[in-house]
């Protein structure tokens, strides 16, 4: 089936470090997104995106989050600073319209020292 | 508090048996309910979803069950099989302008089939 790709699967970084975490969603589809899962948590929505704008964003997006998907290319969510509470997997997902089917990656383990 | 709560963290159930998954929910604006299955290290992948006009739906061994008076969904797996170990993941969204992104998830009940 469709593939959402996430790579690396593992980012270590120091707290106050900016981080880019990069997505390749399914090639045809037009909404994205990303959700946060804290160890022993579930899955929490963050943002999704159309169009090139944020839609919708939950009280976990903080200000130091962006997300862009510059020329069609990799979804990414920046952070900028970096915060030890910002330590999650982050999963980025995809569909085609806003009625459709979520595709999810693998996740992309954040490690915030 | 959990919006959305799988009180069961594990169930075991034997090979051939039925493997009964349970979600509750809070929210009444919810009317899109999902179940998603996740290996170790995979991505959650959707198996079966309902909205909220429907209190049934199968699709193969799967079936879920929605009581919307009750704020509960289950899945059904009938004849499980030692592949349907996995953590299963329950899911739930508004219908807002169309939307069934913004979705809450439960925290996953994992699924042992025993052979």
């Known amino acids: 089936g469709p593939k959402v790709l996430q790579i690396p699967s593992h980012q270590i970084i120091d707290m106050g470090q900016m981080v880019t975490l990069n997505c390749d969603p399914v090639s045809n589809h037009l909404y994205f997104y990303w959700y946060k899962q804290i160890l022993g948590q579930q899955m929490e929505f963050l943002v999704n995106?159309?169009?090139?704008?944020?839609?919708?964003k939950s009280k976990l997006f903080k200000d130091q989050f962006s997300v862009e998907r510059p020329d069609g290319s990799y979804f990414t969510l920046k952070i900028q600073p970096t915060a030890l509470e910002d330590s999650a997997v982050y999963f980025c997902?995809?569909?085609?319209?806003?009625?459709?089917?979520?595709?999810f990656g693998a996740g992309t383990r954040l490690s915030v020292l | 508090g959990q919006q959305v709560k799988q009180s069961s963290p594990s169930l075991t159930v034997q090979e051939g048996g039925i493997s009964i998954l349970n979600c509750d929910y809070e929210n009444d604006m919810f009317d899109y309910f999902a179940w998603y299955k996740k290996y170790p290290d995979n991505s959650p992948t959707l198996l079966i979803s309902?909205?909220?006009?429907?209190d049934k739906r199968e699709d193969g061994r799967l079936t879920v069950f929605l009581n919307k008076s009750g704020k509960h969904f289950s899945l059904h797996i009938t004849a499980s099989q030692p592949e349907d170990t996995a953590v299963y993941l329950c899911a739930a969204g508004p219908n807002s302008g169309g939307s069934n992104a913004k979705l809450t998830f439960g925290k996953g009940t994992k699924l042992s089939v025993k052979s």
């Open positions: 309902v909205r909220s006009n429907v």
């Open positions: 997902a995809s569909s085609l319209n806003s009625q459709n089917t979520l595709y």
């Open positions: 995106f159309y169009n090139g704008k944020v839609m919708e």
